[in-house]
């Protein structure tokens, strides 16, 4: 017969188990931060002073245990989400965390190009394909780096990810592909057996993550300062910020506006995660109203109560909105 003593030590170690279970395979996902952007965009013109402001909204995540599992379980405003939804297949967490960072940095140079387009400056853009990742069971370890661009694929000049998948489907799991880098910026050209795309798929692939990067020509400096914060979906708020600098504070116009979306160099405002929890950080912010990607509209209006959400497609979208409730409360 088990004594009190071993029933307790057997009830421990399930508990420390179970633990270790939810940090490995769950995340939490609450309302974080709502930022204000002139506190962190800084362009020649300066931040003058203004009533108005554009909100940065972000997540707050982390490793799942007991007690936040149990509160994301009850509070409508917490999720607990598999790891596995979180992180590209066959990616760890610190590879992870690495490619959000990039898609940061990238998606502050895209905010800056749109926004100065938009503000009618001439603005060069030269695309490339990356490598941020070589799966463990590639064949392409050993070969290719995160880093290196892919400048052509069997000597077809390739500079969308679109372009690199479309030749490759030309081809049949199991060939060599002959593919030209830029890698420290020195020409280097490599074979790479293609493999099945999955167990299920036939389709060749290099299972390597690929995203994309672009060298800018911009006609001023823009800095964009964010600390921690990683991801590719403050996009459309960092180039409306840029452009309310430009405009002497005229698109905010009083008003606070927050907002998410991940932007393309074309001003297209696409989908994101943290849809709700990042409304629910703007109504606490005092946010006036919430633009948003058009697929994440329901999820939006679902927690949006009083505040009014506004659902682009396009950066222009967000700007047109604006100028017409200026012109509406000037008249």
């Not at 940065?56 to 936040?68: D, F, I």
């Not at 672009?214 to 996009?235: F, Q, R, T, W």
């Not at 698109?251 to 907002?259: E, F, N, V």
């Not at 994101?272 to 058009?294: C, E, H, N, S, T």
């Amino acid at each position: 017969m088990w004594g009190k003593g071993s029933k307790l030590a057997v009830l421990l170690l399930l508990v420390v188990l179970f633990q270790v279970y939810l940090a490995t395979s769950f995340v939490v996902m609450q309302p974080g931060t709502a930022i204000d952007l002139a506190q962190v965009v800084h362009t020649p013109q300066g931040t003058l002073p203004r009533q108005g402001a554009f909100l940065l909204t972000a997540v707050s995540s982390q490793r799942a245990n007991l007690l936040t599992a149990l509160l994301a379980l009850a509070r409508p405003d917490m999720d607990l989400l598999p790891t596995r939804h979180e992180l590209p297949q066959g990616m760890d967490l610190e590879g992870y965390l690495e490619l959000m960072a990039r898609m940061m940095e990238e998606s502050k140079m895209v905010a800056q190009a749109v926004a100065l387009r938009q503000a009618g400056y001439q603005v060069q853009v030269h695309s490339l394909v990356r490598v941020e990742q070589v799966m463990p069971k590639s064949p392409a370890q050993g070969i290719l780096q995160p880093g290196d661009a892919i400048m052509a694929i069997d000597g077809h000049r390739i500079t969308t990810i679109d372009e690199l998948k479309a030749h490759l489907r030309q081809r049949s799991a199991g060939d060599e592909v002959a593919l030209l880098l830029l890698r420290e910026d020195e020409l280097e050209e490599v074979l790479v057996p293609t493999v099945g795309e999955s167990r299920d798929s036939d389709l060749p692939a290099l299972q390597i993550v690929v995203g994309p990067h672009h060298k800018y020509d911009l006609p001023m400096e823009i800095a964009i300062n964010v600390g921690n914060i990683k991801g590719s979906s403050a996009g459309l708020m960092f180039a409306l910020e840029i452009l309310d600098q430009l405009m002497a504070g005229k698109l905010s116009d009083g008003r606070r506006i927050a907002g998410t979306g991940s932007l393309t160099l074309e001003g297209n405002v696409e989908a994101v995660g943290g849809i709700r929890q990042k409304v629910i950080a703007a109504a606490q912010a005092g946010a006036d109203y919430f633009l948003v990607p058009l697929v994440n509209e329901a999820e939006a209006r679902s927690v949006a109560k009083d505040m009014q959400v506004v659902a682009v497609r396009h950066i222009e979208d967000a700007i047109g909105f604006l100028q017409k409730i200026a012109s509406a409360q000037a008249s």
